[in-house]
Nanobody, 123 residues
Framework: VQLQASGGGLVQSGGSLRLSCVAR????????IGWFRQSTREEREIVAC???????????SYAGSVRGRFTISRDDDDNSAYLQMNNLKPEDADVYYC??????????????WGKGTQVTVSS
Protein backbone atom coordinates (compact mmCIF):
# COMPACT_ATOMS: atom_id res chain seq x y z
CA VAL A 1 0.00 0.00 0.00
CA GLN A 2 1.60 3.21 -1.07
CA LEU A 3 1.27 6.58 -2.71
CA GLN A 4 3.76 7.60 -5.37
CA ALA A 5 4.23 11.29 -6.08
CA SER A 6 6.07 12.56 -9.13
CA GLY A 7 6.33 15.53 -11.45
CA GLY A 8 8.59 17.85 -9.52
CA GLY A 9 11.46 19.63 -11.17
CA LEU A 10 13.12 22.93 -11.90
CA VAL A 11 11.05 25.70 -13.43
CA GLN A 12 11.47 29.41 -13.91
CA SER A 13 9.37 31.85 -11.98
CA GLY A 14 6.02 32.16 -13.72
CA GLY A 15 6.23 28.66 -15.11
CA SER A 16 4.06 25.62 -14.50
CA LEU A 17 4.39 22.08 -13.23
CA ARG A 18 1.93 19.25 -12.81
CA LEU A 19 2.42 16.88 -9.91
CA SER A 20 0.94 13.40 -9.99
CA CYS A 21 0.07 11.02 -7.19
CA VAL A 22 -0.74 7.38 -7.88
CA ALA A 23 -2.13 5.00 -5.29
CA ARG A 24 -1.01 1.39 -5.35
CA UNK A 25 -2.53 -1.35 -3.24
CA UNK A 26 -5.73 0.46 -2.34
CA UNK A 27 -8.48 2.43 -4.02
CA UNK A 28 -8.45 6.18 -3.66
CA UNK A 29 -12.08 6.73 -4.49
CA UNK A 30 -13.29 6.94 -0.89
CA UNK A 31 -10.34 8.96 0.34
CA UNK A 32 -9.82 12.65 0.77
CA ILE A 33 -6.55 13.56 -0.93
CA GLY A 34 -4.21 16.35 -0.05
CA TRP A 35 -1.04 17.94 -1.30
CA PHE A 36 1.34 19.24 1.33
CA ARG A 37 4.71 20.92 1.23
CA GLN A 38 7.55 21.04 3.68
CA SER A 39 11.28 21.34 3.59
CA THR A 40 12.48 24.68 4.85
CA ARG A 41 9.19 25.52 6.47
CA GLU A 42 8.81 24.79 10.14
CA GLU A 43 5.50 23.04 9.71
CA ARG A 44 4.07 20.99 6.90
CA GLU A 45 1.66 23.19 5.00
CA ILE A 46 -1.56 21.93 3.50
CA VAL A 47 -1.47 23.26 -0.05
CA ALA A 48 -4.69 21.80 -1.42
CA CYS A 49 -7.26 19.22 -0.44
CA UNK A 50 -9.98 17.47 -2.41
CA UNK A 51 -12.86 15.42 -1.09
CA UNK A 52 -13.97 12.05 -2.35
CA UNK A 53 -16.56 11.90 -5.11
CA UNK A 54 -17.95 8.77 -3.42
CA UNK A 55 -19.85 9.71 -0.30
CA UNK A 56 -18.85 13.34 -0.58
CA UNK A 57 -18.99 16.12 -3.13
CA UNK A 58 -15.47 16.21 -4.53
CA UNK A 59 -15.01 19.78 -3.35
CA UNK A 60 -11.57 21.32 -3.05
CA SER A 61 -9.90 23.87 -0.86
CA TYR A 62 -6.60 25.72 -1.12
CA ALA A 63 -4.11 27.55 0.98
CA GLY A 64 -4.48 31.27 0.49
CA SER A 65 -0.97 31.53 -0.91
CA VAL A 66 -1.78 29.27 -3.87
CA ARG A 67 -5.45 29.94 -4.50
CA GLY A 68 -6.03 30.94 -8.09
CA ARG A 69 -2.70 29.50 -9.21
CA PHE A 70 -2.90 25.82 -8.18
CA THR A 71 -5.61 23.32 -9.03
CA ILE A 72 -6.06 19.96 -7.35
CA SER A 73 -7.92 17.24 -9.20
CA ARG A 74 -8.50 13.52 -9.03
CA ASP A 75 -9.12 10.70 -11.47
CA ASP A 76 -10.57 7.77 -9.58
CA ASP A 77 -10.53 5.59 -12.70
CA ASP A 78 -6.75 5.96 -12.74
CA ASN A 79 -6.49 5.89 -8.95
CA SER A 80 -4.63 9.16 -9.16
CA ALA A 81 -4.62 12.75 -8.06
CA TYR A 82 -2.92 15.78 -9.51
CA LEU A 83 -1.76 19.25 -8.59
CA GLN A 84 -1.51 21.68 -11.47
CA MET A 85 0.72 24.55 -10.43
CA ASN A 86 0.72 27.69 -12.56
CA ASN A 87 2.49 31.01 -12.19
CA LEU A 88 5.01 29.46 -9.83
CA LYS A 89 6.91 31.76 -7.54
CA PRO A 90 10.26 31.25 -5.81
CA GLU A 91 8.44 30.90 -2.50
CA ASP A 92 6.62 27.84 -3.88
CA ALA A 93 9.90 25.93 -3.99
CA ASP A 94 9.65 23.04 -1.60
CA VAL A 95 9.24 19.29 -1.27
CA TYR A 96 5.66 18.37 -2.11
CA TYR A 97 3.88 15.36 -0.68
CA CYS A 98 0.57 13.74 -1.50
CA UNK A 99 -1.44 12.07 1.22
CA UNK A 100 -4.79 10.41 1.69
CA UNK A 101 -7.20 10.09 4.58
CA UNK A 102 -10.29 7.89 4.72
CA UNK A 103 -12.33 9.96 7.14
CA UNK A 104 -12.38 13.69 7.59
CA UNK A 105 -10.53 16.49 5.89
CA UNK A 106 -6.85 17.04 5.25
CA UNK A 107 -4.89 17.40 8.45
CA UNK A 108 -1.42 16.84 9.84
CA UNK A 109 -2.06 13.16 10.41
CA UNK A 110 -3.18 11.35 7.29
CA UNK A 111 -3.61 7.64 6.67
CA UNK A 112 -1.11 7.35 3.82
CA TRP A 113 1.78 9.51 2.65
CA GLY A 114 3.77 9.45 -0.53
CA LYS A 115 7.43 10.27 -0.74
CA GLY A 116 8.09 13.87 -1.59
CA THR A 117 8.84 15.36 -4.96
CA GLN A 118 11.10 18.40 -5.15
CA VAL A 119 9.89 21.58 -6.80
CA THR A 120 12.52 24.22 -7.49
CA VAL A 121 11.63 27.66 -8.83
CA SER A 122 14.32 29.94 -10.16
CA SER A 123 13.82 33.68 -10.07
Amino acid sequence: VQLQASGGGLVQSGGSLRLSCVARGFSLNRYTIGWFRQSTREEREIVACIASNTGSDGSASYAGSVRGRFTISRDDDDNSAYLQMNNLKPEDADVYYCAAVRYGWCKKIMDYWGKGTQVTVSS
